[in-house]
Nanobody, 115 residues
Framework: QVQLVESGGGLVQPEGSLRLSCAAS????????MGWYRQAPGKQRELVAT???????NYADSVKGRFTISRDNAKNTVYLQMNNLKPEDTAVYYC?????????WGKGTLVTVSS
């Protein structure tokens, strides 16, 4: 029973910051990678950032230099630090755990960037 629970979303002004958390019910070390995806209304879900157990990361071009993904294996938690937020970052952000056979998804947390 794998559960991923996101938190930290909310309303923030442009240029502001938020930190999202994804708490897993099992050790995240078992997964090939952890990641964050987002989906804006009427848009398809897109990759934001991923991180492997070796701490290799990759980011969407649109968030490079602004977002940082990290993990705390002891807490089974993945974070997404979002700085200099822009209105186009508004979306539901989903936590993803990539296993050998299937992916697991959280229910999402809404981030709204608006003045």
């Amino acid at each position: 029973q794998v559960q991923l629970v996101e938190s930290g979303g909310g309303l923030v002004q442009p240029e502001g910051s938020l930190r999202l958390s994804c708490a897993a019910s099992v050790t995240i070390f078992n997964f090939n990678a952890m990641g964050w995806y987002r989906q804006a209304p009427g848009k398809q879900r897109e990759l934001v950032a991923t991180i492997t157990n070796g701490d290799s990361t990759n980011y969407a071009d649109s968030v490079k230099g602004r977002f940082t993904i990290s993990r705390d294996n002891a807490k089974n938690t993945v974070y997404l630090q979002m700085n200099n937020l822009k209105p186009e970052d508004t979306a539901v952000y989903y936590c993803n755990a990539r296993g050998y056979v299937r992916d697991y998804w959280g229910k999402g947390t809404l981030v709204t960037v608006s003045s």
